[in-house]
């Protein structure tokens, strides 16, 4: 019974199906402990050993004496802040810091060959804490110990590698459902037209293969059983049209899945490692943002949505979008504005529309400099909407494929887009009876060429085309 299991193609892509999205879960939650913990331990060195530094350059400058009053004012200024700093003398004894007791023996020794995490009891604390550790010996023989608490990073790892095991488990039973779904889904599919030949064999010769539209494997043998069908019902001499053959399109659910980080995020006492979580969410949006916007090109350049156009003011948008922007423009020490003068109305599809000017604003923010223009005009009887940098530009031998989709240019540039972002500016326009249009800003005041994208609406009426 197991052999016969195995040979077969539907209980083989189950298990192909499974297997995929275990290693994949498996791989993304193993790498995201892996780089949250070299982060963690990078971010935590880089702060002693320049604490480290700071502390020898005083004792270079002033001796034993200003290191102790650096020492006393550096523990002034960092209260709560984890900073462990500790001079210690030939004998052993504390001289200055804020460790109520030292180390292990052999402790010193350790840490002059390599920074370590140890237990330290701080002054004015219960308890133990854990603690990146490094140190330094003074020209007189004294030990400099320069460090900071890392016990709420050692806790929060800890929590994350359980909450990684329980989300690994949680997704041995997606993958299961996942599997089970899709050979679901083949089953499905087959069975149409396992019952459109049950039917004819039956006698019902005028049955069909119900299509669907996909262009599929199961839809070209659904076509090529209909055509046999119709020679073998032409052979009986039965002149039958099928007049209700059923027409209907699978929409394929999208499925998305976004680790549930919200746990660990809200239990983070550190300001690090939540600044990590948020970045691993950020990251699963941006994967749901690519979708999105792929929906988004997909159905403006099929026609959809005209019959939601509805007249807008221009002016008042750009208005509203650059409220929006605002505090993300000025957070990056740049200046916005815009030119939208009132009474400029015409139908558009506003969510659209809104989402290719928020495209546009996106990538002169990302990759632009300087002032950015935000602005709608009149010309020849269209409305052009323009957004204007005075950054590097892009050459004009590059602008065929900045439009193409998932074209990106230089990678030098960075950046975690997907080549998305003028493709759907694009659509959006042919939406509209548009067009797009990239130029340099001869506006620009920096030296720099700039870029200059306007989505230009056309004349045609928005519900001249097929809104099906």
Request: aromatic share 2%; glycine share 10%; charged share 25%.
């Amino acid at each position: 019974m197991l052999r016969g299991m195995l040979r077969s193609t539907t209980v083989r892509f189950a298990a192909l199906v499974f297997l995929l999205q275990v290693v994949a879960a498996a791989f993304m939650l193993g790498g995201l402990g892996a780089v949250m913990r070299q982060q963690s331990r990078a971010q935590a060195l880089d702060t002693v050993e320049t604490l480290r530094d700071d502390l020898m350059a005083t004792t270079a400058q002033g001796g034993e004496r200003q290191l102790v009053e650096a020492i006393r004012l550096r523990l002034a200024n960092e209260v709560g802040r984890g900073v462990v700093v500790a001079l210690v003398d030939p004998s052993g004894r504390l001289v200055e810091g804020n460790l109520a007791r030292m180390p292990d023996d052999g402790f010193a020794v350790h840490l002059n060959r390599v920074a370590s995490v140890v237990n330290v009891r701080r002054r004015n604390h219960a308890a133990d804490e854990a603690a990146l550790i490094v140190a330094a010996r003074l020209p007189g023989g004294q030990l400099l110990l320069a460090g900071t608490v890392v016990e709420s990073d050692r806790q929060f790892l800890a929590l994350l590698e359980r909450a990684s095991i329980a989300t690994l488990a949680l997704s041995l039973l997606l993958a299961g459902l996942a599997s089970f779904l899709a050979t679901r889904q083949i089953v499905q599919r087959l069975r149409g037209t396992v019952a459109t030949l049950e039917a004819v064999g039956a006698g019902d010769l005028a049955r069909r293969v119900p299509p669907d539209g996909s262009g599929d494997a199961f839809s070209r043998l659904g076509e090529e059983v209909n055509r046999a069908l119709a020679r073998a019902e032409a052979l009986n001499g039965e002149l039958k049209i099928a007049t209700d053959v059923l027409a209907h399109d699978l929409k394929s659910p999208l499925t998305r899945l976004l680790s549930a980080l919200d746990r660990a995020s809200a239990r983070a006492e550190d300001a690090e490692a939540l600044a990590a979580v948020e970045q691993a969410e950020a990251e699963a949006r941006r994967v749901l943002s690519i979708i999105d916007t792929a929906l988004g090109i997909s159905k403006a350049e099929a026609g959809f949505g005209r019959e939601s156009f509805t007249p807008v003011d221009l002016g008042a948008m750009l208005e509203t979008i650059a409220e929006i922007y605002a505090p993300v423009v000025e957070e990056e020490g740049r200046r916005m504005e815009v030119q939208a003068p009132p009474g400029l109305v015409v139908p558009i599809h506003r969510q659209l529309m809104d989402q290719a000017i928020g495209n546009l604003l996106d990538n002169t923010i990302r990759y632009g400099a300087g002032a950015i223009s935000l602005a709608v005009e009149p010309r020849d009887g269209a409305m052009a909407i323009s957004v204007a940098d005075e950054g590097p530009g892009i050459p004009q031998h590059q602008h065929e494929e900045a439009l193409r989709r998932f074209g990106r240019l230089d990678e030098a540039r960075g950046g975690w887009g997907a080549g998305l972002g003028l493709a759907l500016v694009e659509a959006v326009a042919h939406l509209h009876g548009g067009r797009v249009e990239l130029a340099e800003n001869r506006q620009s005041r920096s030296g720099q060429p700039g870029l200059k994208v306007t989505l230009v609406l056309g004349q045609r009426a928005p519900g001249g085309g097929d809104s099906g």
